[in-house]
């Protein structure tokens, strides 16, 4: 520390630490390390890349600080167990929880009822509690902290730690007996400010959705390579694991960006605030473009415009974010290796355009310089509509974590009308190389430097032949999904490893709106007062509190149903599904006669039906959500010799993205009649 008065005249650079009563100079202060000033600042400039606290004056945050973890399903689906062993939060060389265990306060939950505790398990005197057990420093291969039918675990009144002073969050899962470990897949970790967001809405950090079981997770935080006590390759208490040790998978934390707050609680002097002239004003509003194309809400009390559309893309990128290989960490694993990518809009491949074209670049050198491919695998065999045997489109082995293929020319697209897009990974068995890469999607013409993605995918984190990211119009769809290699249909889910992408477009709140030509909102739709257009599509909601005036129809897309009966007379055994061998309706090809199950497509309140007959024997049959029970049909005694009954069940169940609904034959047998569509399961989308 060095003890100074003095006055500078024009600038002063210290590297090490300055702590003085009074600082005055008419140039600028440069300080690497802290400023301790105990009674006035005079500086003609000063510049913070961090955090300024001055007290009773001003607080200036670039990074947020939270006070209580998360651990719960992605989707909110509930788990018939969640049982968790330990769980780390290193933060100066210090497990901050097993420091602060004392009082802390854990509890299992329902996401949609969080603020109600779930009782944990009790073993005889044991009870299985988050308090107990998850950051006891006693880390075992059997269940822990333990609950049933829960998907949330809440941990409260962790010390107030901003983000970016964490080193790694270590979560350690239950693997004895092996059959458990599954049960953490599709879980993420979430950090959260309760003095800010006290129902928790907005994380301050999130992390990709566990894709493997395994039995360590870590999750490295901005101040990772602060972090100096070593890593373990097995369990410990006093190390964060190794990356790449057994058992151990890792992963970066995603730190949500949130605009710099500046918040002024004393007074504030200034010389001089120039403002611009009426004129200025004027000529900015002019100025200013005829149509919303980003992503921000619109809120107006009248608003008359010809048309009003979604936001639009015109560039696709294929990319490393975080510069994870795929695979040992040697050159060629940074690659870019691909086989056929395909963006489906209206049941066709937009990217078979004439016009669609592509090249390889660094995306940090340069953006725009296109820096070849490695031998004759060139960008554009990427998307010619041919799925080769092996790999098609390579990019230059030696370009290292930067690597990045660009695609654009093709019809600029609303991002609403996206119905899916297919990557084919090489075919050869050599997939491990797409690892890493994240799919994203840009407007070039309003994002000339492709800084703001408008869309993009989570990072490839498990090696498949086939993977398909779903967009809001997937509903749409109807031309069939192909269970193999297709130029000519989506890839269904058993083909292609799915994910969702989540995009909901900007908002439009008004008092009165009218539009002599068509308005296609992502978002939502208020409108207080009239609402006068030729034609609506809205992908979210629409609530008008006045009169709709629609000079055209009014049209309302297909709900998914689906219908099928049993196509053969057949007595199914206890411990079987009932399968209906023919589709008869199936407008989203999300019903398999292969295994007799419904696979949910658009998530709502479902009406279901469906009917059989007895056997002669009591039987037992229900209506299964994800093998759990909807409805029942059954008897406890035996049908009048020679007399079968027909039967008959339904049920309303809401529903989210891939349940799996079946009709399951628990005691039986029972039996599926051909003649006359005698007996049918079906169901469709109420609301």
């Not at 006693?138 to 002073?165: K, Q, R, W, Y």
């Not at 997939?431 to 989570?458: H, I, Q």
């Not at 498949?464 to 269904?492: C, E, H, K, L, M």
Request: charged content about 15%; overall charge negative; hydrophobic content about 35%.
């Amino acid at each position: 520390m060095k003890e100074v008065v003095s006055e500078f005249a024009e600038s002063a650079n210290i590297t090490g630490e300055l702590k003085v009563d009074t600082i005055t100079t008419t140039g600028n202060v440069d300080i690497s390390g802290s400023l301790n000033v105990e009674t006035s600042l005079t500086t003609k400039d000063l510049f913070v890349n961090e955090s300024l606290n001055v007290d009773n004056v001003i607080t200036y945050e670039k990074y947020k600080q939270f006070n209580t973890i998360v651990i719960r399903t992605e989707d909110e689906t509930l788990r018939e167990t969640i049982n968790f062993n330990e769980l780390q939060l290193w933060v100066n060389d210090e497990n901050v929880l097993a420091l602060n265990s004392s009082s802390l306060d854990g509890y299992f939950a329902i996401w949609s009822n969080k603020d109600v505790p779930v009782d944990p398990v009790v073993n005889g005197d044991i009870v299985r509690s988050i308090n107990n057990f998850l950051f006891n420093e006693d880390i075992l291969s059997s269940g822990e902290a333990i609950a049933i039918d829960v998907n949330a675990v809440i941990i409260n009144n962790v010390p107030l730690t901003s983000i970016n002073d964490i080193q790694s969050l270590v979560l350690y899962n239950r693997i004895a007996p092996s059959s458990v470990t599954d049960r953490i897949i599709g879980m993420v970790v979430e950090l959260y400010n309760t003095d800010d967001d006290p129902s928790l809405l907005v994380p301050l950090s999130t992390t990709t959705a566990i894709s493997v079981g395994n039995r360590r997770y870590r999750y490295d935080y901005p101040s990772i390579d602060t972090y100096t006590l070593g890593f373990s390759t097995g369990d410990s208490i006093t190390q964060v694991p190794a990356i790449g040790s057994s058992d151990t998978i890792s992963d970066v934390a995603i730190v949500n960006v949130f605009d710099p707050v500046v918040d002024i609680s004393g007074g504030l002097k200034v010389d001089t605030i120039t403002l611009p002239t009426i004129g200025d004003v004027e000529t900015a509003i002019q100025g200013k473009q005829p149509t919303i194309t980003k992503d921000t809400d619109l809120t107006c009390n009248s608003l008359t415009t010809n048309n009003i559309l979604s936001e639009t893309f015109d560039t696709i990128v294929l990319r490393r974010p975080t510069g994870i290989p795929g695979g040992d960490g040697a050159p060629a694993s940074y690659a870019i290796i691909l086989n056929e990518l395909q963006c489906w809009v209206n049941a066709s491949n937009i990217l078979i355009d004439v016009n669609t074209s592509s090249y390889f670049a660094d995306w940090v050198v340069d953006k725009d310089v296109d820096i070849g491919q490695y031998q004759d695998n060139v960008s554009s065999n990427a998307h010619n509509n041919i799925i080769e045997a092996g790999f098609s489109s390579v990019s230059p082995l030696d370009t290292g974590e930067n690597s990045a293929l660009l695609i654009s020319g093709f019809p600029k697209t609303e991002i609403t009308k996206i119905q899916s897009m297919i990557l084919y990974n090489r075919q050869d068995g050599s997939n491990t190389r797409l690892v890493g890469v994240a799919l994203e999607l840009y407007s070039r013409e309003n994002d000339v430097n492709l800084v703001n993605p408008l869309a993009s995918s989570n990072e490839i984190s498990v090696a498949r032949n086939v993977y398909r990211f779903d967009f809001p119009s997937i509903s749409s769809y109807t031309a069939g999904f192909s269970a193999s290699n297709s130029t000519t249909a989506i890839a269904n889910d058993t083909l292609a490893l799915k994910e969702v992408i989540s995009y909901s477009g900007s908002n439009i709140s008004c008092g009165t709106l009218i539009t002599s030509g068509n308005a296609t909102i992502g978002g939502t739709l208020s409108v207080t007062g009239d609402l006068t257009s030729n034609s609506i599509t809205t992908i979210g909601n629409a609530d008008i509190g006045g009169n709709v005036s629609i000079t055209g129809s009014l049209s309302n897309p297909k709900q998914p149903a689906f219908r099928a009966v049993s196509g053969v007379s057949f007595a199914f055994p206890t411990n079987f599904p009932l399968k209906y061998g023919i589709s008869i309706v199936d407008n989203e090809g999300s019903y398999s006669t292969s295994t007799g199950e419904y696979t949910i497509r658009k998530a709502g309140n479902w009406y279901f039906y469906y009917s059989f007959q007895s056997d002669g024997v009591a039987f037992k049959v229900q209506l299964q959500q994800n093998g759990v029970i909807r409805d029942q049909v059954f008897t406890d005694t035996a049908p009048t010799l020679n007399t079968d009954l027909g039967c008959k069940g339904m049920a309303v169940i809401p529903c989210l993205v891939d349940d799996v609904i079946r009709v399951f034959v628990v005691t039986g047998p029972v039996r599926l009649e051909n003649a006359d569509q005698f007996h049918s399961f079906g169901g469709f989308l109420i609301g």
